[in-house]
């Protein structure tokens, strides 16, 4: 059983075998830097509502997978499927304008910007201003902290604000589905905790989350379904529960085998 | 393992404790005398340094304080001074209390500085019986003369030693004074030093506004301030510096905080008055002055330009003289009629759009290869590409169209709607036609800055990848700060070509792209008033590449300065002379928390914002 979708709309996405079109799809997808195979063959598909993660150690090919999302990087062979368009030539403009956006890594705010200026970059493709005022809006409702932090330098924030920066600064493009780049990395262990918290509470308000992290307990515990990324590879896509119970996740990659 | 230790009191077992305890106070004599000894040598090469550099004798001629003080024995007077004020300076930080206070800081200062002035001592002597003149150029009698002070050279010998020594205790003791006297010091040698600097200048303007007797009384006959107007100058400034005390702040806050319409007003009404006093003065100021300023002008035009690249765009361009070579051989191309290939003789309004055209076209070409490379990689492309450039206007190849080494020349004035022609002749007119361009580079500056691509140029300077990722074509915003600097820079070269009346390969030497570049640090990157500032100061007073500025004298050691200047301003000052806030704030904030802290005080400098900041002031 996965848990329950708070989009009814894309019930049908529960699983792969649902007729809607998933939100965001990589169809056999390889990658390479150079001579290294970064991806091979990868096969991912993101439905409407659905808070997904994508789990992984170091040099698992995590990051590549966002990066070929999110037009950065060319896949060698293969289809990278946004609402049902192939957008494999498109630029990263062109999908982040179509509602496909990223928090990075570690955070990366323009950290000698005010807050408002990062703000602003996330709205960077967007002209409907009057739709923009009341997005600030909102995120000052989910953050008050960064309301009272408007004016100040990002750079200059306490970790836990730059996180809600981070979040804001992508929200503010309007996304259909947030990509989330190791959003545990980084940050004091409370702040994990109530990291992950925000994810969940983004995603109940309806947003579709695919994030990538390490720490795959935090990550599943809130998660609807995940996939295990080892050396380019998908060796491992099931739900969040499954994933947890599975005996390789526990032993080899979780390390909670001694406890 | 460590976080487990039992807190000791006595002696901790394999470590020495080398910091005496706190509270008990230390001898004025138990210095750190490695760090003065490390200090007073480093300042003592400095000062042989400069003493070979031939900067003393060669600046001997220009009196500052008459008779009292030449530059040349100036220069010899800084470094101890400056060692002893970091000395005394340094000593004060370490808030270790003393039997008499304020003890350590003065002989802290005083050996500093005696060990700097020891260098030239030993020099003296060196001089006396060696003879290094085969390497070292300046070694000469002329020097141990300007060092002995016409004396023999023991005499040399003793007085620098304390020369030195009383410089350094002078910084010693600067140190130790409140800020508010600090202040009045500071600003009493600022302003007797400014009029020296200043002389010809206010001398210039003095005689345009009739006001003679009072330029007669303040300076000598030859040169350099009157020893008693001087000393009314010190007194007076002093004065100012104290009754004034904040005042400059205060008022500034109160305009800083102004908001919405009266911001503006406010705003509009500096900008006029600025644009009013540029416009008035020059009809006051004779053919130096204008001079000074066009020259001056004609660096902010082009430090405008690669401040929206370096500054703006984060692309550290180094080879950016290239735009403004394309400037001026454009211009001179279309508008003279000794020009060997095709001699369009257009006007030079008519030109300039064609040089526009040019200098994008360039921009682009140079820009595509260049943008793809990020950091060093693509500092030393722009490197290239601006060495290429000049080397075409020089080679063989080309010199059927550009002339080679000789040049095109005969470049008629630039006329202007049929009104005026600007021509080299007439530095005011020339001056006038770089004042519109300049405020139209700096209009289209700061639009541009608070534009969205302007946004987009800071986001790319931040973090290029993040900037992808928020949908900002890079690539495309970075060429398009590209174009935008080269235009800039063509209508400086523009200009020149009409001024100058003659274009060579030779006035777009690599030292010019490092000049602007310079000045752009200089003066504070990204920061419209700063690059002004910064082209006023090392333009206008050490001069540029190949124009004189106010210290004639340095002409020869300019780079030296720069490079002084330069390394000096990283250390003590990496936002630049007039930081823009942002830049500020985020360079000092923990250096000045961390100030504070170590003064037992709130550091009062800053402008009395509350950590938060308030979101209305956007």
């Known amino acids: ?259 | 393992m460590t976080a487990t230790l039992p807190p000791t009191t006595g002696p901790q077992p394999g470590g020495t404790q080398p910091e005496a305890p706190l509270a008990a106070p230390r001898p004025a004599l138990a210095h750190d005398w490695r760090r003065i000894a490390r200090m007073g040598s480093i300042a003592a090469f400095g000062q042989v340094f400069i003493a070979l550099s031939n900067m003393p004798v060669r600046l001997d001629e220009r009196l500052i304080v008459k008779p009292v003080l030449s530059l040349g024995y100036l220069v010899l007077l800084i470094l101890p001074f400056a060692a002893g004020y970091r000395q005394g300076h340094q000593i004060k930080r370490e808030g270790v209390p003393t039997y008499a206070p304020g003890l350590n800081e003065v002989v802290g200062g005083l050996s500093c500085g005696a060990l700097a002035g020891g260098g030239l001592s030993l020099l003296a002597v060196l001089l006396t019986h060696f003879d290094l003149r085969e390497p070292l150029v300046n070694w000469s009698p002329i020097l141990l003369d300007l060092l002995a002070f016409g004396n023999a050279t023991w005499f040399a010998a003793v007085i620098w030693l304390v020369i030195g020594g009383g410089m350094g205790a002078a910084g010693g003791v600067l140190r130790l004074l409140g800020p508010r006297i600090r202040r009045a010091v500071v600003t009493m040698a600022l302003a007797v030093a400014g009029a020296a600097v200043l002389e010809s200048l206010v001398v210039d303007l003095a005689e345009g506004l009739g006001l003679e007797t009072l330029t007669d009384r303040l300076y000598a006959r030859r040169g350099g301030v009157n020893w008693s107007s001087a000393l009314g100058l010190a007194v007076v400034s002093g004065l100012l510096a104290v009754v004034g005390r904040g005042r400059f702040r205060q008022a500034r806050t109160r305009v800083t905080e102004l908001e919405g319409a009266k911001r503006t007003q406010a705003n509009v009404g500096l900008i006029l008055l600025t644009a009013a006093v540029l416009i008035v003065l020059p009809l006051f100021a004779g053919k130096l002055t204008n001079e000074l300023l066009a020259n001056v002008g004609l660096f902010v035009l082009l430090a405008l330009g690669l401040n929206v690249v370096v500054g703006l765009a984060g692309i550290l361009d180094l080879g950016y003289v290239a735009f403004f070579a394309v400037g001026s051989y454009s211009a001179a191309v279309l508008t003279a009629a000794t020009s060997p290939k095709i001699a369009p003789e257009m006007p030079w309004l008519a030109a300039l759009i064609v040089v526009v055209i040019i200098a994008g076209l360039v921009g682009l070409f140079i820009g595509a290869p260049v943008i793809r490379m990020r950091g060093d990689y693509l500092a030393i492309v722009t490197l290239g590409f601006g060495e290429i450039i000049r080397l075409l206007f020089l080679s063989d190849w080309l010199s059927g169209w550009f002339g080679g080494s000789q040049g095109i020349t005969n470049i008629p004035a630039a006329g202007i709607f049929g009104l005026t022609d600007v021509a080299g002749t007439d530095p005011r007119r020339v001056f006038y036609l770089v004042l519109a361009f300049c405020a139209l580079a700096i209009y289209v500056s700061w639009r541009l800055e608070h534009s969205r691509l302007g946004r987009a140029w800071m986001a790319v300077r931040e973090d290029e990848t993040v900037a992808e990722a928020m949908g900002i074509n890079t690539v495309n915003v970075k060429l398009l700060a590209f174009v935008v600097g080269a235009v800039l820079g063509s209508f400086s070269g523009a200009i020149f070509a009409a001024k100058v009346g003659s274009v060579f390969p030779t006035s777009f030497l690599i030292l010019v792209s490092i000049v602007i570049l310079v000045v752009v640090i200089f003066g504070g990157m990204g920061n419209i008033i700063g690059v002004i500032a910064g082209s006023a100061v090392l333009i206008g007073v050490l001069g540029g590449p190949k124009q004189p500025g106010l210290l004639v004298e340095f002409s020869e050691f300019k780079l030296l300065i720069y490079g002084a200047l330069l390394i000096w301003m990283m250390l003590a000052r990496p936002e630049g002379l007039i930081p823009s806030v942002r830049r500020t704030r985020e360079l000092r904030q923990q250096e000045m928390a961390q100030d504070a802290w170590l003064r037992g005080e709130v550091d009062d400098d800053d402008g009395g914002n509350g950590p938060a900041g308030s979101p209305s002031a956007v």
Not at chain 1, 7 to 19: I, K, M, Y
Not at chain 1, 123 to 138: C, G, K, N, P
Not at chain 1, 170 to 193: C, I, N
């Open chain 1, 1 to 259: 059983m996965s848990p329950g979708h708070p989009d009814p709309a894309a019930d049908s996405g529960d699983g792969e075998t649902g007729a809607a079109t998933p939100l965001l799809e990589m169809r056999s997808v390889n990658a390479h830097y150079g001579a290294v195979h970064a991806l091979v063959d990868v096969d991912l598909a993101i439905y409407e509502g659905e808070l997904v993660c994508l789990l992984g150690g170091n040099a698992s090919g995590k990051s590549t997978t966002l990066k070929t999302l999110l037009g950065m990087l060319n896949p060698t062979s293969g289809e990278v499927v946004l609402d049902g368009e192939v957008v494999n030539d498109q630029p990263t403009s062109y999908r982040v304008a179509r509602g496909v956006t990223m928090v990075p890594e570690n955070r990366r705010l323009f950290k000698r910007l005010t807050v408002r200026e990062n703000l602003d970059l996330g709205a960077y493709l967007r002209s409907d201003s009057d739709q923009i005022a009341v997005d600030m809006e909102r995120i000052f409702e989910l953050f008050p902290r960064v309301k009272e932090r408007l004016t100040q330098k990002a750079g200059t924030l306490s970790g836990g604000e730059q996180q809600m920066v981070a979040i804001g600064r992508a929200l503010m493009a309007d996304p259909r589905v947030l990509l989330m780049d190791e959003p545990s990395m980084g940050l004091a262990p409370a702040l994990v905790q109530q990291n992950f918290e925000l994810i969940q509470q983004i995603h109940e308000a309806g947003l579709t989350v695919f994030m990538v992290e390490q720490n795959a307990n935090m990550a599943l515990s809130i998660a609807d379904r995940g996939w295990v990324l080892q050396t380019g590879r998908v060796v491992l896509d099931d739900t969040a529960e499954n994933l947890l119970a599975h005996p390789d996740l526990q032993a080899s990659y979780l390390g909670t085998a001694e406890q």
